[in-house]
């Protein structure tokens, strides 16, 4: 789970170094380099690429695009930290959503783990003078598309592989990154630059990769809190590489959300 969020935090840098490209040229290119893995694991195994469940499938790539690229949108109006973690609201939505599609129960106290959480996000924004309101709602925007990505990835269920969900997820991705990249191809990139775009791809897989293994290896309680030192990591290299500045209330408010949000993963697993 460490290299999983060292993974994800050298995504997010890259993907703040890299704020000059539209978003949509980010969504493009870190989903072709993804495909560089998952096209050549299902064609070795022997496993269709199409999948048994195509309507859900495709939903579940249209939301998980939606989600990365209002992500990337987010980042050029706020600093990086204060995004990762505002993104970490997801969970709270796929609960909201999975009660509204899959007729989910929610226990009294996790409503009050999720008031924690929101809570936090009120002192950031209300404590933290540089968070852009435009940006704000865009990382709020993602992390629902986010957690709709979840009820529909429990929708899916075992009836398809994992690679296939990931696979759809990064074709649509690249097709919808590429067309709209055409309408706003703000930047071209040199040198150096083509290595840096097509190493979101690789990051995010191996991100994913090694949080998928965690999972497996252990029980989900004792790995899951570890997923947010992704927040942590990305808050301190962003404070060293980019200069950013967190008030104190600021950093109580982010501690506040992911303090709500491993509450309730603990109660679920429990």
Excluded at 20 to 38: C, D, E, P
Excluded at 94 to 115: D, G, P, S, Y
Excluded at 160 to 174: A, G, K
Excluded at 243 to 270: A, E, H, Q, R, W
Aim: hydrophobic fraction near 55%; avoid cysteine.
């Amino acid at each position: 789970m460490i290299l999983s969020t060292i993974s994800f935090t050298v995504m997010n840098l890259l993907v703040k170094y890299l704020e000059g490209f539209s978003a949509y040229q980010l969504v493009f290119f870190r989903s072709i380099g993804t495909l560089f893995f998952t096209m050549p694991f299902l064609l070795h195994h022997k496993i269709p690429i199409l999948g048994n469940q195509k309507k859900w499938l495709i939903l579940r790539g249209l939301a998980g695009v939606t989600s990365m690229g209002l992500f990337f949108m987010s980042v050029e109006y706020l600093k990086i930290g204060s995004a990762v973690s505002l993104r970490y609201l997801s969970p709270i939505f796929a609960t909201l959503l999975a009660v509204l599609f899959l007729k989910e129960k929610v226990k009294h106290i996790q409503w009050l783990f999720f008031l924690i959480a929101f809570s936090g996000v009120l002192i950031i924004k209300g404590f933290d003078t540089e968070i852009n309101s435009f940006g704000l709602l865009l990382i709020v925007l993602s992390a629902l598309f986010s957690g709709f990505v979840y009820v529909l990835i429990n929708k899916i269920g075992l009836r398809d592989h994992p690679v296939v969900i990931v696979n759809y997820f990064m074709w649509i991705s690249t097709v919808l990154g590429g067309i709209l990249s055409i309408f706003q191809w703000t930047k071209t990139p040199q040198g150096t630059e083509w290595a840096l775009l097509l190493s979101l791809g690789v990051f995010g897989y191996f991100g994913q990769l090694f949080m998928t293994k965690a999972f497996q290896s252990q029980a989900t309680n004792k790995v899951v809190s570890l997923k947010y030192m992704e927040v942590i990591f990305t808050m301190i290299a962003g404070v060293f590489i980019f200069g950013d500045n967190y008030p104190i209330l600021s950093v109580l408010g982010t501690v506040m959300v992911i303090t709500g949000l491993v509450l309730n993963m603990f109660y679920k697993s429990k």
